[in-house]
């Protein structure tokens, strides 16, 4: 248990489906991010949140919305999504200090999407 | 660009020593982390180096030479729990706030009795 949750963890939808994808983390960390695995790539960073801003976007596609009510929770929402957005979306989260130290990224494990 | 570049897959048996070497070439570099991940789990932080030299943490060691670009995690005394994959990563952040990990294709151990 790493202190971060993710539902669901097996998600199927058709390309005209809304859905989303919830993280939760227990830890009182105050950063919050989104990957995508897919298979045979490494991990690629997807969004940034810090205290609840978005501080990065690394070029997703405008069908992944992101959402951060607060800083223990984070949503992905996603609509009109393509069949090669089938992948494990990861969450994590970190305590970002304003002197760099470790800064841990703690992740959840995983939402297993399918898109038909 | 960003690269980072790990074996993709090794092999080593139980009671060994296996060593998984990660070379990177990044345009900022703040960090370099080690994690495992075991087949439908998270990731788990293993192992953190920013300076250069060697960081012990019981079974496990990872060493930085930021000058070559490149680091290794050494495992001692192989377990059959250790088959898994090992994901290498550099935060490329210049400095306080948020910054996302660059990742690693990752390398598939596994450990044979």
């Known amino acids: 248990e790493t202190g971060v949750t993710q539902t669901p963890r097996h998600l199927v939808m058709g390309m005209t489906n809304k859905k989303s994808l919830k993280c939760e983390q227990h830890?009182?960390?105050?950063?919050m991010y989104w990957y995508k695995q897919s298979a045979k790539k490494p991990l690629e960073l997807m969004f940034v949140y810090s205290l609840e801003e978005r501080v990065e976007n690394n070029s997703v596609p405008s069908r992944f919305s992101p959402e951060c009510p607060n800083s223990s929770h984070l949503f992905l929402h996603l609509h009109t999504l393509q069949p090669e957005d089938s992948a494990l979306y990861l969450c994590a989260s970190s305590q970002e200090r304003a002197t760099q130290a470790k800064n841990i990224q703690y992740f959840g494990a995983g939402t297993r999407l399918s898109v038909l | 660009g960003q690269n980072i570049d790990q074996p993709t897959e090794m092999t080593a048996t139980e009671g060994a020593i296996v060593q998984i070497n990660c070379t990177y070439q990044t345009s900022g570099f703040n960090g370099l982390f080690w994690y495992q991940q075991h087949a439908g789990e998270a990731p788990t932080f293993l192992s953190y180096?920013?300076?250069?030299g060697l960081e012990e943490k019981g079974r496990f060691s990872s060493f930085l030479s930021r000058s070559k670009g490149y680091s290794y995690l050494l495992l001692k005394e192989l377990q059959m729990k250790d088959s898994a994959s090992y994901l290498c990563?550099?935060?490329?952040?210049?400095?306080?706030?948020?910054?996302?990990?660059?990742f690693g294709k990752g390398t598939h151990l596994i450990i044979q009795p």
């Open positions: 830890l009182g960390h105050n950063a």
């Open positions: 990563a550099v935060r490329r952040g210049s400095g306080g706030g948020a910054d996302g990990l660059t």
């Open positions: 180096n920013v300076l250069d």
